[in-house]
């Protein structure tokens, strides 16, 4: 990639693409937990004391969301977390907008309105990224008009790095597109632990986007990056299924979640890689709210609903993870934001902050569930990133870092 190390910024305007989408109360618009916001400090202020002219662009959630919404109270935030006056322009391609982009003095931030209150940042067709050019997307109305105004273009968006918009990779077509500092950060962490882990490497994967989670295994399984996958949530369920466990009600979890094709999926991936992957020995269901341990038996089907691992699962995942040199970890074990399902979670991030392994963890979810804990600062690395993450440890190409890759190519000669 470029880096900030590459170009000279004094006197220069920048646009700065960052994912400060944060969970927000929809009936305060308060925004609850700011760790998007902090991650990106680094680069502003770096680019601020370098004499450049900051303008951010990010969004919000998505159309029809309720926590789709102004960027008015991420201006505050992130004014108290860099010190510095941040100027909030509530329009992005507007004459408001352009005029207090031209009259920035250097050292100045400005942040712009959400950007996905713009169609053309959301069009449905972005989403066949193969298939776009930066040259379709510059000529987009967004790009047309702000890129002029600029001479680099920085993607500090490592969340949204999985998605192919306008904003994420257009200005690439016409100024030089440079990693910032968080994007270096998580691409370089990320490759590490998938592409030359230290082992034994863990992979303890839970939470609700098993999907996801399932691309995830069969890409370290195949590469051979990890040695042992814990799993735990709906991913666990699916692999339960998958070996012939009569989960009862749970299926209907997994039917409603659309996951039913994931069966399959799973059952080739044990045939394969089966003594890698641990599932559950026994679990905690949810009556009326009370926690109640139930052992798996292959003859007995499942009481109720699953809502965490059980203990002695919790016990034989933390000896695993103990033992480890390099653990991963996506995804919540329960339902941790009810207290009387929160101990899987809770005693697997433990084993995790307390492992001497290199621990990287990842997911809105299982980071928020380390700060309810008091763990997330003895994580190595908490990736901002959710499906920007998984997409990566699936081993997939990820737009924002295809584009870094060309822009690359295009000017460091
Ligand atoms: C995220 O929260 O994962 C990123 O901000 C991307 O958001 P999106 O899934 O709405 O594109």
């Not at 159309?63 to 941040?86: C, E, M, Q, W, Y």
Request: charged share 30%.
């Amino acid at each position: 990639f470029l880096t900030l190390d590459d170009f000279n910024f004094e006197d220069k305007r920048v646009v700065l693409r960052v994912d400060i989408n944060c969970p927000i109360d929809p009936n305060t618009e308060e925004i609850l937990d700011d760790k998007r916001i902090r991650e990106i400090k680094n680069t502003i202020t770096e680019l601020i004391n370098r004499g450049a002219k900051v303008v951010i662009l990010a969004h919000q959630s998505r159309p029809g969301k309720k926590d789709f919404t102004t960027l008015k109270n991420h201006a505050k935030v992130l004014s108290r977390i860099i010190g510095k006056d941040v100027k909030y322009v509530d329009e992005v391609i507007g004459t408001t907008a352009r005029e207090a982009i031209v009259n920035m003095k250097n050292g100045d931030v400005v942040l712009l309105e959400n950007i996905r209150f713009y169609s053309e940042e959301v069009l449905s067709e972005w989403k066949k990224w193969e298939d776009i050019t930066p040259k379709k997307q510059a000529e987009t109305n967004l790009i047309k008009r702000l890129s002029p105004l600029f001479d680099y273009f920085i993607n500090d968006a490592f969340a949204a790095a999985h998605r192919a918009q306008p904003s994420l990779v257009g200005f690439s077509y016409y100024m030089p597109m440079i990693a910032g500092r968080l994007m270096e950060k998580e691409v370089s962490v990320l490759s590490k632990v998938l592409e030359n882990p230290e082992k034994p490497c863990v992979y303890v994967l839970g939470g609700a986007k098993a999907d996801d989670s399932i691309r995830v295994i069969k890409n370290v399984l195949e590469n051979g990056t990890a040695d042992k996958i814990l799993t735990s949530g709906i991913v666990a369920n699916i692999f339960l299924i998958a070996m012939g466990y009569d989960l009862g009600i749970n299926m209907n979890v997994i039917e409603n979640l659309g996951l039913v094709n994931q069966i399959e999926v799973a059952k080739r991936l044990l045939d394969k890689f089966g003594e890698k992957i641990e599932v559950p020995v026994d679990v905690a269901i949810n009556v009326d709210d009370e926690r109640i341990e139930e052992e798996l038996d292959k003859n007995k089907k499942v009481s109720g609903l699953i809502n965490d691992i059980g203990e002695k699962t919790i016990k034989h995942y933390q000896e695993i993870i103990k033992n480890a040199k390099t653990i991963v970890a996506n995804g919540p074990a329960g339902v941790f934001e009810k207290e009387a399902f929160a101990k899987g979670t809770e005693e697997l991030l433990k084993a995790i902050a307390v492992s001497n392994g290199f621990s990287v963890i990842g997911g809105g979810h299982l980071s928020a569930a380390a700060e309810l804990f008091g763990l997330a600062s003895q994580i190595d690395h908490v990736s901002t990133g959710g499906g920007a993450t998984l997409d990566f440890l699936a081993g997939e190409k990820l737009p924002v870092i295809e584009m870094l890759k060309e822009s690359y190519k295009k000017y460091k000669e």
